[in-house]
């Protein structure tokens, strides 16, 4: 019987840490956990810019939760033109003041799977500014990339 109310006594204990743990990556993280919607993307690569925004008749969402982040974009036609549009991934991150990482784990261009990627946020109301390097020496990437989000209320 002893043993029985000490399993727990044991089990709430652990319960009641890794809740306070959740809260604090979650209070740490508040600002950019929901749904982003991809407004305005640029490329730099050696010095030339070049405006990457999703055309008219496709769209960006990026999801984040307290420790993983989705990117979705598709065509707005459901796959019904010549060129169907559909790219996703998803992975873990880590949010310290402005500084972002990404772990991409899943992503259907799989060269760029498990690879990191360093960022600075910005947050501007309701905008979100993320900037950084993009570098896969195999595959000859190197650019700095500008994305904004508006969040999706």
């Known amino acids: 019987m002893k043993l029985y109310f000490l399993a727990i006594i044991c089990a709430v204990a ?8 959740n809260k604090t990556a979650l209070k740490t993280t508040a600002p950019l ?19 990457t925004t999703p055309p008219a008749d496709q769209e960006m969402i990026k999801m984040f939760n307290g420790t993983h982040f989705a990117f979705f974009t598709h065509d707005l036609q459901q796959g019904k033109v010549a060129n169907p549009v559909y790219e996703s991934g ?17 992503c259907n261009y799989r060269e760029w799977e498990n690879r990191d990627f360093k960022f600075t ?13 993009e570098k896969i020496e195999k595959l000859h990437i190197n650019r700095e990339i500008i994305e904004e989000y508006v969040k999706i209320r």
């Open 14 to 21: 652990i319960t009641s840490c890794i809740q306070k743990e």
């Open 33 to 51: 956990i929901g749904t982003w919607h991809l407004v305005l993307s640029k490329s730099i690569t050696k010095g030339v810019t070049t405006t």
């Open 90 to 106: 998803s992975g873990t991150y880590k949010l310290s003041g402005n500084d972002y990482t990404e772990h991409l784990a899943y």
């Open 121 to 133: 946020l910005e947050f501007k109301g309701d905008t979100l500014i993320q900037k950084g390097i």
